[in-house]
């Protein structure tokens, strides 16, 4: 009887090599495309998806070197190399920990970066606002602020506090919404509802007549 033939061996010759990833290249783009479809921005999903596409062939070579044909299992390939780009993993090194256009940076600390939109306010451009080297406010502020702003948290629910104050540590709205179970577009919407409803609070506390907490303080300062 004669024996039983196993799996023919990967090609090992480079440019049999480069063809046969050359046919994964579509699978794995697939599949990188809808795993970093949760980035907005077309050039870094762009640079993510080539950087999985990188990491794949390294891994492709690595394990043909070692008599395994990666050709037989594109689907686990493709995930490894998006998870480990997910997480920093470049061809070249990692993503640097403490720069702030770092993708991996952000997610250990929990914030993002965004472009200023263009135009112009009433004394001068909104890029020489962001760059004013004032930025603290004022003492009668922090205090109306901090009698406030507590106060207003209380006429809400216990998921929206939790909410606002996820919102305040700048965690994305998607983030957001699938720590709780909705959808961005509810916490976009919820998002203008608290700024419209602190909004109608700041100005019902002001129409009452009463003394605001940074008037009461400066009375006992006087006093």
Same mark, same amino acid.
């Given at each position: 009887?004669?024996?039983?033939?196993?799996?023919?061996?990967?090609?090992?010759?480079?440019?049999?090599?480069?063809?046969?990833?050359?046919?994964?290249?579509?699978?794995?783009?697939?599949?990188?495309?809808?795993?970093?479809?949760?980035?907005?921005?077309?050039?870094?999903?762009?640079? #993510?998806?080539?950087?999985?596409? @990188?990491?794949?062939?390294?891994?492709? =070579?690595?394990?043909?070197?070692? $008599? *395994? /044909?990666?050709?037989?299992?594109?689907?686990?390939? #493709?995930?490894?190399?998006?998870? @480990?780009?997910?997480?920093?993993?470049? =061809?070249?090194?990692?993503?640097? $920990? *403490? /720069?702030?256009?770092?993708r991996r940076a952000q997610q250990r600390h929990h914030f993002?970066?965004?472009?200023?939109?263009e135009g112009s306010s009433l004394n001068d451009t909104l890029l020489d606002e962001a760059l004013h080297d004032n930025t603290q406010t004022p003492v009668p502020d922090q205090v109306a602020f901090r009698f406030d702003f507590p106060a207003w948290l209380l006429t809400r629910t216990d998921r929206d506090r939790r909410i606002v104050q996820d919102l305040m540590r700048g965690e994305r709205t998607l983030d957001v919404s699938r720590k709780y179970g909705t959808t961005?577009?509810?916490?976009?919407?919820?998002?203008r509802e608290f700024r419209q409803d602190w909004s109608r609070f700041c100005g019902e506390r002001q129409e009452e007549g009463s003394a605001s907490p940074?008037?009461?303080?400066?009375?006992?300062?006087q006093g």
């Open positions: 009887m004669p024996p039983s033939k196993g799996p023919a061996p990967p090609p090992r010759h480079p440019t049999h090599l480069h063809d046969r990833f050359l046919a994964l290249v579509p699978q794995i783009e697939i599949r990188g495309r809808i795993y970093f479809r949760y980035l907005r921005c077309p050039q870094t999903r762009d640079d #993510a998806l080539q950087e999985m596409l @990188a990491l794949a062939w390294k891994w492709f =070579l690595s394990l043909a070197k070692r $008599g *395994k /044909d990666a050709a037989q299992f594109p689907s686990a390939l #493709a995930n490894f190399a998006a998870r @480990a780009v997910c997480s920093g993993r470049r =061809l070249c090194g990692m993503d640097p $920990g *403490k /720069d702030v256009l770092s993002t970066t965004g472009t200023l939109r961005p577009a509810r916490i976009s919407q919820l998002r940074c008037e009461s303080c400066r009375r006992k300062a």
